[in-house]
Structure formats: structure tokens, C-alpha cells
């Protein structure tokens, strides 16, 4: 069951070859602990392992890479809505697409985002203007040092901007199971964002006629003629985090840049990363088989399958850059390894 000196470069989608010492696709309960036991009696670290999109390997793993396969959801009725219950190994699109086939709102603005369901409380995934706390109930997480099961409320997982619990204080303690979410009855569209409402105006769609399967695949057709498919052009998605900054620092960069993109957050501003960047000149950016996406400069791609030390050379070099240029720090979204 237990691989050694195993290749991951299928699986992470900036395709960066780096090996693992040990790796292991867990499909049940009983594999998990089995591996963790392995790792334990060995102090290895782990390398909990969904679908790869938001990791940067910058070299080999010294511990054990864990696969988390387990399979299987359902949709419960409820009077207020539906519940979904779904294990870690699940793909998160094709939940959402389930979901919204079925008639059910709540995910549609997260569609196509890379990745499975297991990884999605990490971040608090999020897009257009949703993200998974909205809709989320509970999740059941195997504890890594004891294999015991653990249950983990909304409220206790922390959620925040990309940001939780498993980020925070339970950072490398937890291996998410399975997740639940419940999907309201009465559903409204969320289309706030821009490029939402330009989609519907162009398409002469008025807000109130909208089913959450439309809103998907509104959100699906503005993605795809942005941002780039990892399948084809290796990426982890967007490289930094939309920096957050007080009050005087925003209205300083307003100054200096009037067409600065900026949305208040509570009494700070949240900068658009992507804007920054692409001001600074990096967009379509190409150095040696790394570069900037040339339609999303938040986007870092790896279409020469290079390693993550060249990856992670250019996203200082621009971040240094944007410290120069605009005295704003950005920092990196995927979590890097080891
Ligand atoms: P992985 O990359 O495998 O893992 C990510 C982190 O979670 C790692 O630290 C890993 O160790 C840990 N992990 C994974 N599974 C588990 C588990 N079961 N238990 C404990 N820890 C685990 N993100 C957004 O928020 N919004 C977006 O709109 C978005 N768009 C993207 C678009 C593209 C093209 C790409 C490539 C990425 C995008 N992302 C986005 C980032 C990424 O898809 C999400 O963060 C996703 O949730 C990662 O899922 P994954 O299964 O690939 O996780
Ligand atoms: P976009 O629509 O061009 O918007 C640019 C930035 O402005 C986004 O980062 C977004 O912040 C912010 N923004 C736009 N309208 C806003 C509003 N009404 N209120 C608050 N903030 C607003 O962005 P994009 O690159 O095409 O991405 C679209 C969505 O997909 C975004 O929500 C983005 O986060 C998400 N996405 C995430 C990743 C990832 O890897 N994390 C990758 C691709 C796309 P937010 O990012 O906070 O939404």
C-alpha cells in the first residue's frame, strides 16, 4: 500500500517534479490509519494530498505524500433546504454540477474551481463573491496524531478570507474526511461581481429569472475565457493573496493611482492582487518555462514543467517588485512543500 520514493508530478497541477519519500492513495478510514501509523512509527511528516491545485512542491518530500480517495455523497431533503454530505476524495465542480442539475442553489458562483471537496474548508474556498462557509454545516476530520475522528462545526473551523482553523491553530494536525453542507430553500443569485453582471447584460438576463444552473454556467464561461486550464497550461490558480490594508494606506495608493482596484473590506481595503501585478508589468511575463498568465497576472504558469524553485524565484521577484513599486506586501496563496 505504502509507495517509496514515488514521482507527484501528476499530482500537482503546476506538474513540478519533485518526489516523495513515501506516498500513499488512502481510500478508507482503515488505510488512512494504517499510513499514519507507518508515518508515525517513522516521525515522517505528511503531505495531505486532494487534487494538487493549490500546492508548490520547491523540492522533494522527506515524509509521506497521503492521497485522501475517500468516495461517496448524497443529498438529504430537508424542510428548509437539502443537505449535502460528501467525502474528501469528491471533486468539487462535479459536485457543484450535481447540485445545480438537481436544482439546488448555493454552489454555483464556486463553480470550477479545481480540487476536491476534502481541501475546500482549508482556504474557505471562494469566488465571485461565495465562499464555502456560506453554505457550510460541519466537517469530520481524522486527527493525525491518535487516527481518532473529530467533528468540527462551522463556527469552530474559523472561517475567514482563503483562511481557517487548518490553517491557523490546526495547521498539519487534521486530515479532512468528509464535509457537510446545507443548500438553502430559498435561493437567491449572488451576481454582483462584474464580470457576472456584464455576462448577463450581454446575455439579456434579468436577475430574477436566473436558475443556479445558469449562474454556473455563466461563472464557467467567464473562467474559461480567462483563466488558464491546468490540464493544458500548469498553474495553482491565483499565486498571492488580494493584500488587505488599512484605511490611510488605501487612500495614499488611491491617490497616487486613481484607477487603483480597491473593495472595502470593514474598515480596511482589499487591494486586487491582479491589478498590481499587471500595472507593475508582469502580465504575460515569460522567463525560462515560467511566466505570468498573460489574461490574469495573478495567475503564475508553469508551462515548462520546471521546478518549484524557479516558480517560486519569480513570484519573489514580483513581489519584491510590488513592495517597491506600491509598498504593499503580497503574499502567496498555495501552501508550499516541504
Ligand atoms: P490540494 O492542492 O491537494 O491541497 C491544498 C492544501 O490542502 C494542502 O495544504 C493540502 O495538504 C491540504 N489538503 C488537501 N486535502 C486535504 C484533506 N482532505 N485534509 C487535510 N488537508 C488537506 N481557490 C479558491 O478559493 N477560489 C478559486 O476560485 C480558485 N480557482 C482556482 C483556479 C485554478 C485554475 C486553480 C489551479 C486553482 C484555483 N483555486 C481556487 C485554488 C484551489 O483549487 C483550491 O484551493 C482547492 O480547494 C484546492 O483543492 P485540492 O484538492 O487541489 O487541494
Ligand atoms: P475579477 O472578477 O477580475 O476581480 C478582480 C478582483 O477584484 C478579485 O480578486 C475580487 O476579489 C475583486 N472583486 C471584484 N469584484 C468584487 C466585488 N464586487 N466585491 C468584492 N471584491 C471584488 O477576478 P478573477 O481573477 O476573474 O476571479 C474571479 C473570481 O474567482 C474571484 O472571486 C477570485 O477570487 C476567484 N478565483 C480565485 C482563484 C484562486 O486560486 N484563489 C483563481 C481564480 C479565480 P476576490 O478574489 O476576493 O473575489
Redesign the pocket.
Known amino acids: 500500500m505504502i509507495q517509496s520514493d514515488v514521482d507527484l508530478q501528476p499530482f500537482n497541477t503546476m506538474t513540478i517534479a519533485a518526489r516523495a519519500k513515501y506516498f500513499c492513495a488512502a481510500t478508507s478510514h482503515d488505510e488512512m490509519r494504517e499510513a499514519l501509523a507507518f508515518a508515525r512509527k517513522q516521525q515522517l511528516p505528511i503531505l495531505p494530498l486532494g487534487g494538487g491545485s ?1 500546492i508548490v512542491l520547491t523540492g522533494d518530500f522527506p515524509g509521506l505524500a497521503l492521497h485522501i480517495g475517500l468516495l461517496g455523497h448524497e443529498f438529504e431533503p430537508l424542510d428548509d433546504g437539502v443537505r449535502l454530505r460528501a467525502s474528501a476524495g469528491e471533486n468539487w465542480h462535479q459536485l457543484v454540477m450535481h447540485s445545480v442539475a438537481l436544482g439546488y442553489g448555493g454552489l454555483e458562483n464556486l463553480a470550477l ?1 479545481p480540487g476536491n471537496i476534502g481541501a475546500a474548508p482549508i ?1 474557505n ?5 461565495v465562499e464555502l462557509k456560506d453554505t457550510f454545516e460541519q466537517l469530520t476530520a481524522m486527527e493525525i496524531a491518535t487516527g481518532n475522528l473529530v467533528t468540527f462545526t462551522a463556527e469552530a473551523c474559523q472561517f475567514g ?2 483562511d481557517s482553523l487548518f490553517k491557523g491553530d490546526a495547521k498539519d494536525r487534521f486530515l479532512i474526511c468528509e464535509v457537510v453542507l446545507k443548500l438553502p430553500a430559498r435561493w437567491q443569485p449572488q451576481v ?4 457576472l453582471q456584464q455576462y448577463f447584460a450581454e446575455h439579456q438576463q434579468g436577475e430574477q429569472d436566473l436558475t443556479p444552473e445558469q449562474v454556473a454556467g455563466a461563472v464557467i464561461a ?2 474559461n475565457s ?2 488558464p486550464n491546468p490540464v493544458e497550461i500548469p498553474n ?4 498571492f493573496k ?1 493584500p488587505v490594508v488599512g484605511a490611510s494606506q488605501y487612500a495614499e495608493l488611491k491617490q497616487k493611482h486613481p484607477d487603483l ?1 480597491a ?1 472595502a473590506a470593514g474598515n480596511d481595503w ?1 487591494l ?4 498590481l501585478i499587471d500595472q507593475a508589468g508582469w502580465r504575460g511575463f515569460a522567463r525560462d518555462g515560467v511566466g505570468v498568465h498573460d489574461r ?1 497576472a ?2 503564475l504558469v508553469n508551462p515548462g514543467h520546471r521546478c518549484g524553485s524557479q516558480v517560486v524565484d519569480l513570484a519573489q521577484d514580483i513581489a519584491r517588485d510590488i513592495q517597491q513599486k506600491f509598498g504593499v506586501v503580497l503574499e502567496p ?2 501552501r508550499f512543500y516541504p
Not at 192 to 195: D, G, L, M
Not at 236 to 239: I, L, P, R
Open positions: 493549490n474551481i482556504q474556498i471562494g469566488a465571485y463573491g478570507y482563503r454582483s461581481y462584474p464580470a467567464i473562467r480567462k483563466l495553482a490558480g491565483s499565486f488580494n482596484v473593495f482589499k486586487a492582487a491582479g491589478w490574469q495573478l495567475v496563496e498555495p
